[in-house]
């Protein structure tokens, strides 16, 4: 969510309303659900409604013009349930007329504008009475909305659209109402450029779109090229350029200029860093209902040098309250993170709840994955996955990652690699490197290690560490490519130092091993102990190991990473454990215990273990 901060600060504020905290939540004012919404089917709260006109018309629904209707061609719109008022005028003549419509139900009804009935009914008789002395004079039918009155209409839905998350509605709209002129619907192509929702991700497109709503006087669509031109997207990075753009649009009262204009005071982008000024900047934007630069007011307070966490706290309230949904997700994430105390998993599930319904889909993703590991609530593997329906089905792939995770975690390797596919085609670096996984592996369709090896490589050049660890294993063990210990190590290297954990534990056992490096347990134990500490039991079990068997033996550290191996789900951690009550290595011999252990590790499907436990027998 926070990777996505700056460019969520092109989109449009989500006036979404706001609604109090529960009583016990105290300040603020977030809705906290009492039930979170179950994957059942609801009863409908609209129909469809046939629109029909026996002229060619404008037409207009509850007062919002709705565009041009072709004599005796339908037109099929999605209406709330309710009473609707209808009206229409004649595109080459004075005829208007006006119904009502009450809809109760969800079944289709037609609407038919007869402009010519109308039209007759309200022509005079063959010997017309004389008219009252004090009768009106006529009023002059209004003029029909031009072209670029169209324009402007079909882009503010394009909006709507977009800020509701319906982007297929928001692309078709705003790519019309861009064509007739409204520099605002260019702007909103731009954005679903931008983030690849619902046309393939062109940040080029995006700026040659941002470019033409500037040109045209659309200051959110300067301050969207000057995001670009800050990050190189693209276009050809230029700061001062970024940095000039988006100071214009702040002048010309743009806030999301305001807030990019922060951005780069905070980072030092061009201009010499100024915390203090990007908070005074965040803060205008902010108070001027940029709910992103409250939610970047928050980021400032809870990771930044001047660190106030209940700051932070007050303006994520502040934010989501403002319909700032990037707001609610940094509350959950701070609930979370145990920054406050103990980790609260309650609240930030509330928090994601409220983000999500608010259509942040990034936000859904959170949420699943509460449910997914049963922190906050019950485990719920069917309503993790109706929130990653929530996210996929708009476009964030990392919902579509999560879905195809939850099939393998429920052992279904082929409902898991349509998902990854999916996210793959999309353009998700997790997505190829999973899916060049169950390529690799032969799970739920073909095995092919070729294949592997691409989709691995391709997530690996794009920046992903664990898809370098991947491929650095297949370089190791020769799948689908010739072994090449050298290569390998560099790989591991190089993701580890960025973060796989999986990569250190592997550069390990190649130190451990001499494989492509010179011998060196020292290194190889390093590197052990820094997977281990990252959460990467095998580097807690390969440690443990090491300690028992190799000298200088360390039988109490050995025991403790053992434990900690099996206790992590490492059965490999349980039986060597084994191994040392079963052999009284730096323990008391205990058979029993080393029973059990060998037990436990055989139930976990460690092959090695179950031999033992059949020798005991």
């Not at 970047?296 to 809870?302: I, T, V």
């Not at 999560?402 to 998902?419: C, I």
């Not at 009284?584 to 436990?600: F, I, T």
Request: include cysteine; charge should be negative.
């Amino acid at each position: 969510m926070r990777l996505i901060a700056i460019w969520m600060a092109l989109c449009f504020t989500v006036g979404m309303g706001t609604a109090a905290f529960a009583a016990q939540q105290g300040n603020g004012n977030i809705l906290w659900p009492t039930e979170p919404p179950k994957p059942v089917h609801k009863a409908p709260a609209s129909a469809s409604l046939l629109v029909l006109c026996d002229l060619d018309c404008f037409w207009n629904l509850d007062g919002e013009p709705k565009g041009r209707l072709t004599a005796g061609q339908p037109l099929k719109v999605r209406v709330d349930l309710g009473e609707h008022l209808l009206s229409a005028q004649a595109a080459d003549g004075p005829e208007k007329v006006q119904i009502e419509v009450k809809l109760t139900d969800s079944s289709q009804k037609i609407a038919r504008l007869e402009l010519l009935a109308e039209s007759k009914r309200r022509e005079p008789a063959t010997e017309a009475p004389k008219p009252s002395p004090a009768a009106p004079s006529p009023v002059a039918a209004p003029e029909p909305p031009t072209q670029r009155d169209r324009a402007e209409s079909e882009a503010k839905r394009a909006q709507a659209f977009y800020d509701q998350s319906h982007y297929a509605e928001a692309k078709a709209l705003a790519q019309e109402a861009c064509n007739n002129g409204s520099m605002a619907g260019c702007r909103t192509l731009g954005l679903l450029s931008l983030y690849g929702f619902s046309v393939p991700q062109d940040y080029a497109q995006a700026a040659t779109l941002f470019r033409k709503a500037c040109d045209g006087g659309d200051l959110r669509g300067c301050n969207g090229l000057g995001v670009l031109y800050q990050q190189g997207s693209g276009v050809v990075q230029d700061l001062k350029k970024g940095f000039e753009l988006s100071l214009n649009a702040c002048e010309g009262g743009e806030m999301h200029g305001c807030n990019h204009e922060a951005y780069m005071y905070q980072k030092g982008l061009f201009v010499v860093q100024n915390i203090a000024l990007a908070q005074l900047l965040y803060q205008r934007a902010c108070d001027g209902g940029m709910s992103d630069s409250c939610a970047n007011l928050g980021l400032l307070y809870e990771d930044g040098t001047d660190k106030d966490l209940s700051k932070a706290q007050s303006f994520y309230r502040r934010a989501c309250d403002g319909g700032g949904s990037s707001g609610c997700a940094d509350l959950g994430l701070l609930f979370a993170s145990g920054k406050l105390g103990t980790p609260d998993f309650v609240r930030a599930r509330f928090a994601y709840q409220k983000a999500c319904s608010d259509v942040d889909v990034f936000a859904c993703v959170y949420l699943g994955a509460l449910y997914q590991a049963g922190k906050g609530v019950q485990p719920d593997a069917a309503q993790a996955a109706v929130y990653y329906h929530m996210s996929c089905d708009k476009g964030v792939m990392n919902g579509c990652d999560a879905l195809g995770d939850l099939a393998l975690e429920g052992d279904d390797p082929p409902q898991a690699r349509p998902w990854f596919q999916k996210s793959c085609d999309a353009g998700s670096v997790i997505g190829c490197d999973r899916l060049g996984y169950l390529y690799q592996e032969g799970l739920g369709g073909d095995k092919d290690a070729s294949k592997a090896l691409q989709l691995f490589q391709k997530s690996c050049d794009a920046g992903l560490p664990n898809a370098c660890n991947n491929l650095g294993l297949a370089y190791a063990d020769g799948k689908g490519v010739n072994v090449d210990e050298q290569k390998a190590f560099d790989l591991f290297q190089s993701a580890c130092e960025r973060g796989s954990v999986q990569a250190c534990n592997n550069l390990g056992t190649l130190y451990a091993d001499g494989g492509g490096v010179t011998r060196d347990q020292s290194l190889a134990n390093a590197n052990y102990l820094k997977a281990c500490d990252g959460g990467e039991m095998q580097g807690c079990a390969n440690l443990g190991w090491t300690f028992a068997h190799r000298s200088p033996y360390n039988y109490p550290q050995a025991s403790v990473l053992l434990q900690k191996a099996c206790d992590g789900g490492k059965m490999k951690g349980c039986s060597d454990l084994a191994e040392m009550y079963d052999l009284g290595l730096g323990l008391r011999r205990d058979s029993k215990r080393a029973r059990q252990l060998y037990q436990q590790a055989c139930s976990g499907h460690y092959a090695p273990a179950c031999a033992k436990v059949s020798g005991q027998r």
